[in-house]
């Protein structure tokens, strides 16, 4: 599992000043009842006393601070804590993170995957991985990995399948060449031991080479989906105990994997009845997703769909895209409103942290029986 914060900076003048707010979001691992302060060498306000500034609670897992300066051309370096230097802001690996500094005339961002105090982030439960894993219809290779519930081992029953674009990305830090992962691994495990999920296999494809090529429904994409459903399904299918049918097997991404994952339900319902696609890209290659729309009818098939999107950094610019997206497909391609799910996330960023933190809303929708 990995968190994220995200620092939005928003600047206006009041009276000759300027008031920085600063919106942090925590990490999904933090402790229950937590507060959440700022410090550094903050002109002003303290020298590096570690519970300096305390962050107002905006709502579930979101603080910001107002910092009034008149000088935009102030810079100071500054550290997030829980209130002492035993607890302060740390890598998956729980190292502590160096001095940021803190610029008052920028957009000023830190992605923060743990806390100093807490365990190393690692990979959780049962894992099988066939490596190098051939496609004939993309003439390439990768290593799939597959991540089992902890009751596959000691029951004879079968389970539903997640399919995951992005699968270097979901379960190990040191994967993700950010160092960041989805916490895919830990979070299902924590929906199924507290019983608000039945079991499930994922499935992790890392994307090749031409990443916006396979996720694209264009040539390659249709080779994509192709391989899932022509070789990768059966042999999942062949060698584990999954329940094979359409109802029982769902596909999930994010931002290009995202758009993947919404084709791939559309064109495709008769193997995927479900798909999840987090910050969903509606304008990516020029409206490509308008042009498949327009060359594929609505699907005879019951399908469903969630998607979302968050409101900071590259995500601020899907918002429009997607409301309009949204009203076109009731509209014109009479898409059943209750068969998809829109949300907005207002202080989330487009990274694997932020999806990390929102995973169990997307996970709940898809294999809620």
């Known amino acids: 599992m990995q968190a994220k914060f995200i620092f939005g900076l928003l600047l206006y003048t009041i009276s000759n000043a300027y008031s920085l707010e600063l919106v942090v979001n925590i990490p999904p691992n933090t402790p229950e009842g937590q507060k959440i302060y700022l410090t550094g060498d903050i002109p002003g306000k303290c020298y590096w006393e570690a519970d300096c500034l305390q962050l107002e609670k905006l709502g579930p897992g979101n603080y910001k601070?107002?910092?009034?300066?008149?000088?935009?051309?102030?810079?100071f370096p500054y550290k997030i804590?829980?209130?002492?230097?035993?607890?302060?802001?740390a890598t998956s690996r729980g190292e502590i993170l160096p001095n940021r500094t803190f610029t008052a005339n920028e957009k000023n961002t830190i992605s923060v995957a743990n806390w100093s105090d807490l365990p190393a982030w690692k990979k959780v439960g049962a894992f099988r991985t066939h490596r190098d894993f051939y496609s004939p219809q993309l003439k390439n290779q990768r290593d799939i990995t597959v991540w089992l519930p902890p009751s596959y081992r000691i029951g004879k029953?079968?389970?539903?399948v997640l399919y995951m674009h992005d699968g270097q990305n979901l379960f190990d830090p040191n994967t993700n060449m950010f160092g960041n992962e989805w916490g895919?691994?830990?979070?299902?495990?924590?929906?199924?031991?507290?019983?608000?999920?039945?079991?499930?296999?994922?499935?992790?494809?890392?994307?090749?080479?031409?990443?916006?090529?396979?996720?694209?429904?264009?040539?390659?994409?249709k080779h994509y989906a192709r391989f899932l459903i022509d070789t990768?399904?059966?042999f999942i299918d062949q060698n584990y105990r999954t329940r094979t049918e359409?109802?029982?097997?769902?596909?999930?991404?994010?931002?290009?994997?995202?758009l993947?994952?919404?084709?791939?339900?559309?064109?495709?319902?008769?193997?995927?009845?479900?798909?999840?696609?987090?910050?969903l890209p509606v304008f990516a290659h020029e409206y490509e997703l308008y042009k498949f729309l327009k060359e594929n009818p609505i699907p005879s098939k019951d399908i469903r769909f969630y998607f979302d999107h968050g409101g900071k950094g590259q995500d601020s610019n899907y918002s429009a895209p997607a409301q309009k997206f949204v009203e076109d497909l009731t509209t014109v391609y009479q898409f059943p409103a209750e068969q998809f799910?829109?949300?907005?996330?207002?202080?989330?960023?487009?990274?694997?942290?932020?999806?990390?933190?929102?995973?169990?809303?997307?996970?709940?929708?898809?294999l809620k029986e």
């Open 232 to 234: 990768l399904k059966p």
């Open 65 to 75: 601070i107002d910092l009034a300066q008149k000088d935009l051309s102030l810079s």
């Open 157 to 160: 029953g079968h389970y539903p």
């Open 260 to 279: 993947i994952s919404f084709t791939l339900v559309w064109k495709h319902g008769d193997t995927f009845s479900k798909g999840a696609g987090l910050s």
């Open 81 to 89: 804590t829980r209130g002492s230097w035993q607890n302060q802001a």
């Open 246 to 258: 359409r109802q029982h097997t769902m596909v999930m991404g994010s931002s290009m994997g995202a």
């Open 184 to 221: 895919v691994d830990e979070t299902s495990t924590q929906l199924i031991e507290s019983q608000l999920l039945r079991g499930f296999i994922v499935v992790g494809i890392p994307s090749g080479s031409d990443r916006n090529g396979e996720y694209t429904y264009r040539k390659k994409g």
């Open 341 to 366: 799910s829109y949300r907005v996330f207002p202080y989330a960023d487009h990274t694997e942290l932020d999806w990390a933190r929102r995973l169990k809303i997307p996970l709940t929708y898809l």
